[in-house]
Nanobody
Framework: QLQASGGGLVQAGGSLRLSCAAS????????MGWFRQAPGKEREFVSA????????SCAISVKGRFAISRDNAMNTVYLQMNSLKPEDTAVYYC??????????????????WGQGTQVTVSS
């Protein structure tokens, strides 16, 4: 089970740190990713990190502002979000992929999903 947390309401330009804690399985055997879904839009890829933690990938829209990291000992993945914009408003989901690579943008490459956490950025 994946449990995302850390969402909330923040002003534009602010920061949030999302966490995704896993229970029942170790994330060390999975590449991990974050997705988001805004009202009326499809769920979109945000960022992913390789099983080893040695490489990451991200969407162009968040490049330079968001950073994904993982702590396998804590069985947790993080998404540090800086310089937030109103267009970042969405429900954010974490997911686990049995693949090892960080280059796993398509949703169908993920095996497990957590429930979402709401991020709202006010202008």
């Amino acid at each position: 089970q994946l449990q995302a947390s850390g969402g909330g309401l923040v002003q534009a330009g602010g920061s949030l740190r999302l966490s995704c804690a896993a229970s029942g399985r170790s994330i060390s055997t999975y590449a991990m990713g974050w997705f988001r879904q805004a009202p009326g839009k499809e769920r979109e890829f945000v960022s992913a990190i390789a099983r080893s933690g040695g490489s990451t990938s991200c969407a162009i829209s968040v490049k330079g502002r968001f950073a994904i990291s993982r702590d396998n000992a804590m069985n947790t993945v993080y998404l540090q979000m800086n310089s937030l914009k109103p267009e970042d408003t969405a429900v954010y989901y974490c997911a686990a992929s049995a693949r090892s690579s960080a280059y796993i943008a398509p949703r169908n490459l993920y095996d497990y999903w957590g429930q979402g956490t709401q991020v709202t950025v006010s202008s």
